[in-house]
């Protein structure tokens, strides 16, 4: 889903305006990007938490030329720390079944010779 989806879908289920969610959706986008730059976390309790994360310069490998050897510059990095409530709901996502046909189909044995007993 890209954001243009997502502001559809949101307007649809709370009734509102595109504009409206558009305008919610970008005001959200600019408070965790503003917060992240001053180095605060920012928590949705349950949903998950976005912070950056300061990675050092290192040294490394250029994939054109694995001889070449280049320098990495250190960086700050976006990370998303899922909640408890997202990775639960995820959970029992892969825990259902993939669809009813397989289950009923029977499961068929076979030998060590390869045939079907």
């Known amino acids: 889903m890209n954001k243009v989806e997502l502001i559809d879908k949101l307007a649809e289920q709370l009734k509102l305006d595109k504009k409206e969610v558009t305008k919610v959706l970008e005001g959200f986008e600019e408070l965790v990007i503003s917060s992240l730059q001053k180095g605060e976390e920012v928590t949705l ?48 996502k892969a825990e259902e079944p993939a669809s009813p046909v397989a289950e009923s189909a029977p499961e068929k044995e076979i030998s060590e010779a390869g045939e079907e007993v």
């Open 45 to 92: 309790t349950g949903f998950g938490t976005w912070l950056a994360k300061f990675r050092s310069a290192r040294a490394g490998v250029n994939p054109q030329n694995p001889s070449e050897r280049i320098k990495v510059p250190a960086v700050t990095v976006p990370k998303f720390r899922a909640g408890k409530t997202l990775k639960d709901a995820l959970k029992k």
